[in-house]
């Protein structure tokens, strides 16, 4: 798999796995076994770059993660947000702070993270859903490596401010539910069930009737898909990577034939004929329902 940078300085591979979905988030959890199968299929198949961190779980996921790739370690870079709980690494790739704290000023964190890269213990500073100003204080005291916000043909706000200003700055970008929590893969219609623990339960945009509505953007995906052979979630991915070298994907999977699917995306070229196709396309569909109930909306940095 090609490589991309983050940041100029943190080279990965052009798709990454999330690595949530394997024990959080999305309902029934995989066990143990399979889902040290399942990372390490994606190490087979040249994925370096795993994003996990202390609240999936909580703590579960970053120990899957550590003892997965511990034979693998210096092959690879991990992602976590807030810490390991054992000692499988002895140092994190890049550290990100999941959500700005509006107690606690963004200077003080940077420079706490300033001190852990000075002592070995991290490697490279990133923050989560921070808005534009957060981005600079940060970066004015620890140059931040990447930011990870959700960014997907279904949702686009990061365009209006966020790219432009790591553009600016030199910081890489990792969106994070790059298929829009499964629904752009079209495996998902409005007569489909989740899980009781599933998450999706709760969020606007997964209620039927907004299910319903936004099926328009997953038929859009499938006709341009069938013209280049592909899939619909090959064609989101694509889509992605196609809008900024220092962008870097992490879609998740429990399902090894998904994972392929989702790796495959590196391989298809959309051309700037294809992207203005689906730039007009999508500009005619209004997709129905917020991102996040109310409550969890309110955590996103400004």
């Known amino acids: 798999m090609r490589k991309r940078k983050l940041g100029n300085r943190l080279e990965v591979?052009?798709?990454?796995?999330?690595?949530?979905?394997?024990?959080?988030?999305?309902?029934?959890?995989?066990?143990?076994?399979?889902?040290?199968t399942l990372i390490r299929a994606a190490f087979e198949r040249g994925v370096t770059f795993f994003d996990t961190a202390e609240v999936y779980g909580p703590f579960v996921n970053e120990e899957l993660v550590g003892e997965a790739l511990e034979p693998m370690r210096e092959e690879v870079v991990i992602a976590t947000k807030f810490g390991f709980a054992d000692g499988r690494t002895d140092h994190i790739d890049l550290f990100?702070?999941?959500?700005?704290?509006?107690?606690?000023?963004?200077?003080?964190?940077?420079?706490a993270v300033k001190d852990l890269i000075a002592a070995g213990k991290v490697k490279h500073f990133g923050l989560s859903e921070a808005g534009v100003q957060t981005i600079r204080r940060a970066h004015a005291v620890q140059p931040v490596t990447a930011l990870q916000s959700e960014y997907s043909l279904w949702w686009r706000e990061p365009e209006r401010e966020i790219?432009?200003?790591?553009?600016?700055?030199?910081?890489?970008?990792?969106?994070?539910?790059?298929?829009?929590?499964g629904?752009?893969?079209?495996?998902i219609n409005e007569n489909t069930r989740f899980d009781s623990t599933d998450f999706r339960n709760t969020n606007p945009r997964f209620t039927p009737q907004a299910r319903k509505a936004n099926h328009a953007l997953v038929d859009l995906l499938r006709a341009i898909a069938e013209g280049k052979n592909a899939m619909p979630a090959q064609i989101a991915l694509a889509w992605l990577l196609a809008q900024k070298p220092w962008i870097v994907p992490i879609p998740g999977t429990t399902k090894l034939h998904r994972l392929e699917e989702n790796l495959g995306a590196a391989e298809v070229t959309l051309t700037p004929g294809d992207l203005?196709?689906?730039e007009s396309a999508v500009?005619?569909?209004a997709v129905q329902g917020a991102r996040y109930p109310e409550q969890m909306e309110r955590l996103v940095g400004r």
């Open 283 to 285: 500009s005619k569909i």
């Open 183 to 187: 629904f752009l893969t079209g495996a």
């Open 96 to 111: 990100y702070q999941h959500r700005v704290d509006p107690n606690v000023p963004i200077e003080d964190v940077a420079g």
């Open 163 to 181: 790219l432009p200003t790591l553009e600016e700055l030199g910081i890489g970008f990792v969106p994070f539910s790059p298929l829009g929590r």
């Open 13 to 36: 591979s052009a798709l990454g796995l999330g690595c949530m979905g394997l024990s959080h988030g999305y309902g029934p959890t995989v066990d143990k076994q399979t889902g040290i």
């Open 276 to 278: 203005r196709n689906i």
